[in-house]
């Protein structure tokens, strides 16, 4: 069985300063590794993904992550913070054997603050 | 590109009646759709996985006579909570995979039922 660990349930930060969204995770199948943001009262976007190749992966809004498959981990990253950024946030766990299925972290709020 | 809608936005139904969500990937194929329930400041908890044409797999404590999935085309899949309940009350999220994609999916807005 697979399972999505975020560490983080709330991560308050102040605007332009840099955060860092953990996410770990445990499967005994190959992974592939998704972040998405779920804006106020709005849907789920996807924000980057990780499927094979270099394992520093940049995605929209000036986020990127790192998959570590050692460590198991693929945390969210980004330099500079806005307010704009403040939002939930789900690191996601999809696999293929036994069909394709993904499975979601609990969810970070990130908080930016003025 | 890469929508997703989803009808209604929400619903209140009484007791015991039956209600039909909708979800349509407007500007793709998705030969994928999923169908979540997220509760209130909670993960979204995946209900069932639907491939067009095929029958819905349903996940571990999900009852399917309950939650009746169709996935009629490439384009769209249905969700009926039949006999509904108020502890079926919560927000339904559905998603679609594109065809030959890189595995993300696209999410519906959600679908708000509330059961009185």
């Known amino acids: 069985a697979q399972s999505v660990t975020q560490l983080d349930s709330q991560v308050p930060v102040f605007e332009e300063a840099p955060v860092e969204l953990r996410c770990n995770y445990s499967?005994?199948?190959?992974?592939?590794l998704f972040w998405y943001v779920q804006y106020p009262n709005q849907g789920l976007q996807l924000l980057l993904k990780y499927l094979s190749g270099s394992t520093l992966v940049k995605g929209i809004n000036g986020f990127e992550a790192e998959f570590n498959k050692s460590q198991t981990s693929f945390h969210l990253r980004k330099p500079s913070v806005h307010i704009s950024d403040t939002a939930e946030y789900f690191c996601a766990v999809t696999t293929l054997g036994g069909g394709f299925k993904t499975i979601f972290g609990a969810g970070t709020r990130l908080f930016v603050k003025a | 590109g890469a929508v997703v809608s989803q009808h209604p936005s929400w619903v209140i139904c009484k007791s015991g009646t039956s209600v039909k969500i909708e979800c349509r990937s407007l500007?793709?194929?998705?030969?994928?759709m999923f169908w979540y329930r997220q509760f209130p400041k909670q993960s979204l908890m995946l209900m069932a996985t639907s491939n067009e044409g095929s029958k819905a797999t349903y996940e571990q404590g999900v009852e399917k006579d309950k939650f009746l999935i169709n996935h009629a085309s490439l384009t769209l899949s249905t969700l009926t909570v039949t006999s509904a309940h108020p502890e079926d009350s919560s927000f339904y999220i559905c998603?679609?995979?594109?065809?030959?994609?890189?595995?993300?999916?696209?999410f519906g807005p959600g679908t708000r039922l509330t059961v009185t």
């Open positions: 499967s005994s199948v190959s992974v592939y």
């Open positions: 998603s679609a995979s594109p065809a030959g994609g890189g595995y993300e999916q696209y």
């Open positions: 500007d793709f194929q998705a030969t994928t």
